[in-house]
């Protein structure tokens, strides 16, 4: 079965620092990548930020500079730390897998559900000001 887990969330201060983890089980594939996304009540799910199988990241212009996203392929798991967090980064927290190419498109696209079946099921981050 295939299956994605999303782990880390909580509450914090703003300024302050959270690591979120996606631990992936269940499928293989030559050519992948793991993307972050969050969805804030009344709000699109947006795309964060992405990492391929080749090392290849992308980050929201929104987070660019206080995230960081890392894969530990031993452990079938991606990361996200999220530094400087700030209010408009609460939100539920998705992982998603996919090919490179469709997680790109993803990322910049309104509804990144249209492009992208495997989902975990969020872990929510609460920043308070």
């Known amino acids: 079965e295939v299956q994605l887990v999303e782990s880390g969330g909580g509450l914090v201060q703003a300024g302050g620092s959270l690591r979120l983890s996606c631990a992936a089980s269940?499928?293989?594939?030559?050519?992948?990548?793991i993307g972050w996304f969050r969805q804030a009540p009344g709000k699109e799910r947006e795309g964060v930020s992405c990492i391929s199988s080749d090392g290849t990241t992308y980050y929201a212009d929104s987070v660019k500079g206080r995230f960081t996203i890392s894969s530990d392929n031993a452990k079938n798991t991606v990361y996200l730390q999220m530094n400087s967090l700030k209010p408009e980064d609460t939100a539920v927290y998705y992982c998603?897998?996919?090919?490179?190419?469709?997680?790109?498109?993803?990322?910049?696209?309104?509804?990144?559900?249209?492009?992208?079946?495997?989902w975990g099921q969020g872990t929510l981050v609460t920043v308070s000001s």
């Open positions: 269940g499928f293989t594939f030559d050519d992948y990548a």
């Open positions: 998603a897998a996919g090919d490179p190419i469709t997680t790109a498109q993803a990322m910049g696209a309104g509804n990144p559900r249209e492009y992208l079946e495997v």
